[in-house]
């Protein structure tokens, strides 16, 4: 009888020993029994083991799937840094399947990019450091040079994977890359269908699939050969995952090239500080395209003032496009009393229910619980609900009634659900069939809009004002973002409401956002990463008694430690979600070595960690 310690997948359970009569492969996906369990359960054998004191349950089934050296490498690495079981972090990988074998493909490439001399000067350093930022201006070309580096890796018979941080920038992306990769390409995200991602994974063992675009899932496939990473947009925090392990893919990414010898390259306008500071940069600022942009301020009180109305419609007159931008969906995000100046609460979480009219009802954002608009205050039975912080649905609700012969749509997770949807209204309106285009966040991710002469945003203030220590760089870099989707070609303008002219005014330019970068570290240095760590530990209960009581016996223990700076602890900012009290300890180090050890002393049931926390 043989004897093997297994993973066990999307558990949180430590490794446990299982016996075999039948040799087994380390890194080969098996099937077992766990107690109280009828299913059988998927694990991974990591090793094999001497015969323990204790009676172990048989193997009942060994797969044809199985996990590589360098996935069981990166995952034990995800699990120690990222503070999770050995099968949460295998988890996050699709497997290899022992039936796919490699097969001679050839690969036709139809590239005839010629990058000019600053694009040149700026893939050759890339291909020089191997792991570094291309720091490049909106509009500067950095498509053209990912493309190139792909090309390069392709023809020496590897295989390259570009990360976007969301599947918004995958339409477009799609059309240029298919156009120069053909059938060597393929999509990956969360919204294809479990057969197209059988085939992907079948091409990608037999080597037909050269290239893999999509979101931050696309890291972790069975590749056969990785030569090359691009993060796309690395400053964006949408690589960061909020549920367990709580990993942030450009990171690991960093870590995976530099382990594994494969060839990094983070591109973005607007680089984030850590990775500006700690990996060697490339700075193009000459755009493609003679472009020129012109900023406007308004510190009006209500949302659609009379100066942001004359503009949008001056600039519609021309026949011109615009975007307006706001960090909020829904018509209203409060519903506050008049009387009590209660707010409208989720029943289940601390927070206020955001107001979609289409849908007559309040709906929370966090758990998903719906309800009727009420005609009078839930609290006091007699007061009138008065709504503040409008929203997209709000916004393009107000500018049909103002400009009724123009075509207004939004786009935002509300309206966006599916891929085709996604795709259908990006078509829509860069054939100018939609005139305003109303948004969230996925407004400002890397589309090219072509006939955008006017940006507008809105609530850019709620976005500095965050409780955050990189609030400044997340709405300065929001800002840039959205800004270069105006003009693109020519002449653009943007329109911005805020209460800090003052702020935005002196680092809009995108030359001037290095400034920005230098300045904001100086500021950071012996108090917030990249100079050091900072983690996040979060209890969570539907008994607040007990929770208060864990946090309590925590912030002693950690208080106690050498190396470890408690920074602050409390209720969260969402006391209450999905109907359990929650409670946070930030702790900050130096040391990633006492950090990582006080994480993983944190056992509580109750508790979560989030290494690494962009809060």
Not at 256 to 281: C, E, H, N, R, W
Not at 362 to 379: D, F, M, V
Not at 504 to 517: G, I, K, P, T, V
Request: hydrophobic letters at 35%.
């Amino acid at each position: 009888m043989l004897y093997y310690e297994l993973a066990l997948l999307k558990s949180p359970l430590a490794n446990l020993t299982y016996q075999s009569e039948t040799q087994i492969e380390i890194g080969t996906k098996v099937q077992v029994k766990l107690q109280r369990r009828k299913n059988l359960n998927d694990a991974v054998v990591i090793k094999e083991v001497e015969k323990p004191s204790f009676k172990c349950v048989n193997i009942e089934e060994i797969t044809s799937e199985y996990y590589d050296d360098k996935m069981l490498q990166v995952s034990n690495f995800i699990s120690q840094y990222y503070v999770s079981s050995l099968g949460e972090a295998l988890s996050i990988y699709n497997a290899y399947n022992s039936e796919y074998k490699a097969q001679e493909n050839e690969i036709k490439i139809d590239c005839d990019i010629d990058l000019s001399k600053e694009q040149q000067e700026a893939f050759d350093f890339l291909n020089n450091k191997k792991q570094a930022l291309l720091f490049a201006n909106t509009g500067s070309g950095k498509t053209e040079i990912y493309i190139k580096v792909i090309e390069q890796h392709i023809k020496e018979g590897k295989q390259a994977v570009l990360l976007m941080p969301e599947i918004s920038l995958t339409p477009q992306m799609q059309k240029r890359l298919e156009k120069v990769f053909g059938e060597s390409i393929a999509i990956w995200h969360s919204k294809i269908t479990k057969k197209k991602k059988e085939t992907i994974l079948q091409g990608l063992q037999e080597g037909s699939i050269k290239l893999i675009a999509g979101a931050r899932s696309a890291l972790f496939l069975p590749y056969s050969n990785l030569g090359a990473i691009i993060v796309d947009e690395e400053h964006d925090e949408s690589y960061k995952s909020d549920s367990k392990p709580r990993l942030h893919t450009k990171d690991l990414s960093i870590y995976m090239a530099k382990k594994l010898d494969i060839q990094l390259v983070l591109g973005s306008a607007t680089a984030s500080a850590g990775s500006f500071s700690k990996v060697p940069f490339f700075r193009l600022d000459k755009t493609f395209y003679d472009t020129s942009k012109q900023y406007e301020f308004d510190e009006g009180e209500s949302c659609l003032t009379s100066k942001i109305v004359n503009k949008i419609g001056s600039t519609l007159d021309t026949d011109n496009q615009v975007i307006v931008f706001l960090p909020t969906r829904a018509n209203f995000k409060y519903q506050i009393c008049t009387s009590c100046g209660k707010s409208v609460e989720c029943p289940y979480c601390s927070v206020s229910m955001s107001l979609h009219k289409n849908s007559l009802a309040l709906k929370c954002h966090y758990c998903g619980y719906a309800q009727r608009i009420p005609e009078t205050c839930p609290s006091c039975k007699t007061g009138i609900i008065h709504n503040l912080r409008v929203g997209t649905a709000q916004i393009e609700e107000e500018l049909k009634e103002i400009f009724p012969q123009k075509v207004v749509k939004r786009f935002d997770r509300d309206e966006v659900r599916t891929d085709k949807q996604l795709k259908t209204i990006l078509n829509e309106f860069n054939k100018g069939e939609i005139d305003i285009l109303v948004g969230t966040q996925m407004l400002s991710k890397g589309h090219d809009y072509h006939n955008v002469k006017l940006a507008v945003v809105i609530g850019i203030d709620s976005v500095l004002n965050m409780n955050s220590y990189k609030a400044r760089e997340r709405a300065l870099s929001l800002l840039i973002q959205i800004s270069g989707r105006s003009g693109r070609k020519g002449d653009g303008e943007v329109i911005i409401q805020t209460k800090n002219e003052e702020f935005f005014n002196y680092y809009l330019n995108e030359s001037n956002y290095q400034d920005f970068l230098e300045t904001e570290l100086e500021f950071r240095e012996d108090l917030y990463p990249p100079y050091l760590k900072m983690a996040k530990i979060v209890f969570a209960h539907a008994n607040g008694i007990k929770v208060k009581q864990e946090l309590d016996k925590y912030i002693t223990i950690l208080k106690a430690r050498e190396n470890i700076e408690v920074v602050g602890f409390g209720e969260c900012a969402i006391f209450k979600m999905a109907n359990k009290y929650r409670y946070e300890i930030v702790i900050r180090s130096k040391n990633v070595k006492a950090m990582l050890t006080t994480l993983h002393s944190v056992t509580s049931p109750m508790a979560s960690v989030d290494m690494d926390t962009i809060y």
